[in-house]
């Protein structure tokens, strides 16, 4: 293989998941996470799956990243801070402020944001997705969710939407997501994922270090610190040139 092809494995790589079996039973193109935004969105007017935890066993974890959209600009290019839970059950405090001893990433000061990954059971593939989500949004469909539990117990005291069909829709201004009632039968298969422990650690897709040093050298020079990552990874004309007079070599010291 040809060290460019190598090379752009290496990228590709990196921008895949490990554990490259997580996709294995989807379809071509079609991952555990749901796509939620954008023209590839898989929502339409309103998708349905079947709620497989809790909030309280949602999953969160933070990333970094900085960007801005209009017009759209990457500052840092978003990865998971290695200052993250890697299961669920965590409390959220253990981790709200960055860690410079865990993460070079938050050593470097980049923007830091809290992310959530909601299992469900999608009922067109039959099998385990996630939606993985902002801070924002988890918090506007918790609202929804503890709304539709509430009105579901006048009439069924014990009733959880755990194990339960909802439909996800888009809000009508576009920002956010809205989690309703769905009317579809709960497939069974469904049931056999209910209390399964998904594979966050491999979702979540924590890189080496050498990754983000490479992704942190990348950014732009406003938005991190970038002394944190060593004379290396500073852009050529930081680094301090060489006022001496070229040192002589002759061919016999040339290594190849
Ligand atoms: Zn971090």
């Not at 080496?208 to 992704?215: A, G, Q």
């Amino acid at each position: 293989m040809s060290i460019r092809d190598q090379l752009k494995q290496r990228e590709e790589d990196r921008n895949t998941p490990k554990g490259g079996g997580l996709n294995e039973g989807l379809p071509e193109g079609v991952t555990r996470y749901v796509r939620l935004g954008g023209k590839a969105s898989e929502l339409g007017e309103g998708r349905q799956f079947v709620m497989l935890a809790d909030p309280d066993q949602w999953y969160f974890y933070f990333c970094h990243e900085d960007s801005t959209f209009s017009p759209f600009v990457t500052y840092v290019k978003k990865h998971t801070c290695l200052h993250s839970p890697h299961s669920v059950g965590s409390e959220i405090k253990s981790y709200s402020k960055p860690n410079g001893n865990v993460c070079i990433s938050c050593k470097a000061k980049a923007k830091r944001k809290l992310y959530f990954m909601i299992p469900v059971f999608d009922l067109e593939y039959k099998t385990w997705r996630v939606l993985d989500i902002k801070e924002f949004h988890a918090m506007n469909l918790i609202g929804d969710y503890d709304k539709l539990e509430k009105a579901a117990k006048k009439f069924s005291k014990d009733y959880t939407l755990v194990g339960d069909v909802f439909t996800l829709t888009k809000t009508t201004d576009g920002k956010s997501f809205s989690l309703g009632s769905g009317d579809a039968e709960v497939p069974e298969e469904a049931a056999q994922f209910l209390g399964f422990t998904l594979p966050y650690e491999e979702l979540a897709n924590f890189r080496e270090e050498d990754d983000i040093i490479t992704l942190l050298t990348e950014a732009d020079p406003e938005h991190i610190d970038k002394s944190v990552l060593g004379v290396a990874a500073q852009t050529p004309s930081t680094v301090p040139q060489q006022a001496d007079a070229p040192i002589e070599i002759s061919e016999e010291d040339l290594p190849f």
